[in-house]
């Protein structure tokens, strides 16, 4: 089923050709015929599925067919996102995809000076990518006005109540207009989801797109065994000898994630860490780059490469397992998207037999072990 066939209008299509895209996702072909029919919705979707142009163009598609009075737009869009990265991301795909469209969008997250975002604010848009914290901070300035919002997006809802965002998103609740329509997406639903999404959702439709199946043939998972203190050289070799251009690495801390991109580099490989103690531009600029080619190796934390979407990354590296089976599962689930083939590394020493076993549980398959001599 062509793009067409969903009834979105000529700009949105013409925007969808420009970035390639012909056919839509399972996602999308079954959320946007709801949005348009102005009915909530919960669904459950993973990155990497197609969800934010899911959500994103039948929301412009509605906006333009409810034109607002003349004069300075007011806000009638608000998505909310858990970290900064994911909000920088969905407001590209909103920019994007209303590219031909006369709307005015904006990002707000913390990290990063207020007032900018204020000015911004005063000349009026009409949809605003959030994250809670911040976009509260211009609540109790009365900085913005969310009187006019039509639509209230919840992305990655699950990760926003990890990270104990709940009484913030009541908050914000709370002073939105009872009259408007909600989408959910959430990649689990937990009874907290439930939760809210029973006090939030108005006889909602649901959407679920079954899980990425991370053993699927796309994607090639293999285990190194190898001492504790010679994994960095080990690295260097797979790096060095299969030519890897691209390479995402996890790590378990902010410190050895540091520590390891800068013995990448005195071996010559360059090479970014990322993790929350970086400032946004440093984040910002890091991934940047990493995509552009411009540097080889990123080292990540778990929390940071969260809302990290590269379309086609060749390969990931677990330099440590992680200590919840379920992070193994996000983190191979980064590569092999779209069609795109990828190879999920892991170099595991004796310390980390119990991890590995409860992965291999986890995931129903044991992953192929190949020793590197030397």
Request: contains cysteine.
């Amino acid at each position: 089923m062509p793009f067409k066939q969903l009834g979105l209008s000529e700009p949105l299509l013409r925007a969808v050709k420009e970035q390639g895209y012909t056919e839509p996702t399972p996602v999308q072909k079954e959320a946007i015929p709801i949005i348009l029919k102005r009915r909530d919705l919960l669904a459950g979707a993973q990155t990497g599925t197609g969800k934010t142009a899911g959500f994103t163009l039948p929301m412009l598609e509605l906006l333009s067919r409810h034109k607002p009075h003349a004069g300075k737009p007011v806000v009638r869009a608000l998505i909310l996102t858990p970290t900064r990265e994911l909000a920088a991301q969905v407001a590209q795909s909103v920019a994007l995809y209303g590219k031909f469209l006369p709307f005015k969008s904006m990002v707000i997250f913390g990290g990063v000076k207020i007032n900018p975002q204020i000015v911004a604010l005063r000349k009026g848009v009409d949809i605003v990518i959030a994250t809670p914290g911040r976009l509260l901070d211009h609540v109790s300035q009365k900085t913005i006005d969310l009187s006019k919002v039509d639509f209230l997006i919840l992305d990655e809802a699950d990760r926003m109540l990890d990270m104990g965002f709940i009484n913030d998103i009541k908050k914000i609740l709370a002073i939105l207009p009872s009259t408007r329509q909600n989408l959910l997406f959430s990649a689990t639903f937990s009874a907290e989801i439930k939760k809210l999404t029973d006090t939030l959702l108005k006889s909602p439709a649901l959407v679920e797109v079954a899980r990425r199946n991370i053993s699927s043939e796309q994607v090639t998972q293999v285990i190194h065994p190898v001492d504790k203190e010679k994994k960095r050289e080990l690295l260097s070799h797979l790096i060095t000898q299969g030519n890897w251009k691209q390479v995402l690495v996890f790590m378990r801390t902010k410190h050895g994630a540091n520590r390891l991109s800068e013995q990448l580099e005195k071996d010559g490989i360059s090479s970014v860490a990322i993790h929350g103690n970086k400032s946004q531009n440093a984040r910002t600029k890091a991934l940047a780059d990493f995509k552009a080619g411009e540097v080889r190796v990123l080292v990540a934390t778990d929390i940071a490469a969260r809302g990290i979407d590269i379309d086609q990354l060749p390969h990931v590296v677990n330099f440590e397992l992680p200590n919840v089976p379920e992070d193994y599962v996000h983190r191979i689930g980064r590569t092999g998207r779209a069609g795109n083939f990828g190879e999920a590394v892991s170099l595991v020493c004796i310390d980390e037999k119990e991890l590995l076993e409860n992965i291999e549980k986890l995931i129903k398959k044991d992953i192929h072990k190949f020793v590197i001599k030397g």
